[in-house]
């Protein structure tokens, strides 16, 4: 029988989610479990691959399980795992839907504070910057939905079979205080860094390093830049991944997603 698993993760101490032959990745370290405690070799589909050191509050993996489950799986497996990985439910599924092919929406958070603070370290994005034009990168991040081609917001647009992303919505939003900035986007599909290119890029135009005409023209024309640097890692998140037969509400409890003093721009 398929299973879906629905998990979060806290990706600083692995390679990213896909299973990587030198280093440690969140799908190995859950296929090495389930492999323990069901006695045999098991393979898992993720719903997407996340980078080295960006976290998930929420996402999917599925599993074909032929066993008879006559124990509690979740909690077997929460106890197997560490501590920055965790099980929220464990769903048997009719037919042989797919965690990754079926998804049908994705959203991204990414966090960004400028002072620092030891308890937000690889968890939110640390920039110093005091003084962003935040209405330029209001302006930037309203140009986003004109648009379905990215190659321009694609670290490696030539290993991939298109560059079109459908976005359904995007925003940025800033926190009481004034000094956490939050940027969020849902696609039906996202590019190789694309997030953290685009947040790159809308900091650099709050630095007035980048105006919006240039930000618009490199997107329109399809135009990857000579130099891209993507923003940090540690300050994006996969939030919330949707089927048209499975839209769970995320089960995190990390303050920077659950606030609600985000205030939008």
Not at 32 to 46: E, N, Y
Not at 144 to 149: F, G, R
Request: hydrophobic share 40%; charged share 25%; net charge positive.
């Amino acid at each position: 029988m398929r299973y879906f698993f629905h998990i979060g993760y806290h990706g600083t101490r692995y390679s990213g989610w896909q299973r990587l032959s030198k280093f440690s990745s969140v799908q190995e370290v859950i296929e090495t479990a389930l492999s323990r405690i069901l006695k045999h070799p098991v393979a898992i589909v993720g719903c997407g691959r996340t980078d080295a050191k960006v976290h998930a509050s929420q996402f999917f993996f599925h599993a074909d399980i032929d066993d008879n489950l006559d124990f509690d799986l979740l909690f077997r497996l929460n106890k197997l795992l560490p501590d920055d990985i965790a099980v929220f439910d464990i769903i048997s599924m009719q037919g042989e839907p797919h965690a990754r092919f079926d998804a049908v929406k994705r959203t991204y958070d990414y966090f960004i504070h400028n002072y620092k603070d030891p308890f937000l370290s690889g968890l939110s994005s640390f920039y110093r910057d005091q003084d962003l034009d935040l209405e330029a990168m209001k302006r930037a991040v309203a140009i986003l939905p004109n648009y379905t081609d990215f190659r321009a917001m694609c670290k490696m647009p030539d290993r991939v079979e298109h560059t079109i992303c459908h976005i359904k919505s995007v925003g940025l939003y800033i926190d009481a205080k004034g000094d956490k900035l939050r940027f969020n986007i849902t696609a039906n599909r996202f590019l190789n860094r694309m997030i953290r290119i685009i947040v790159g890029r809308l900091l650099e135009i709050g630095k007035g390093q980048m105006s919006t005409d240039e930000f618009e023209f490199y997107i329109a024309n399809k135009q990857t830049p000579k130099i891209i640097i993507p923003a940090h890692p540690q300050g994006l998140y996969l939030s919330k991944v949707t089927y048209r037969y499975l839209d769970l509400e995320p089960r995190s409890a990390f303050p920077l997603l659950n606030s609600v003093d985000w205030h939008p721009l």
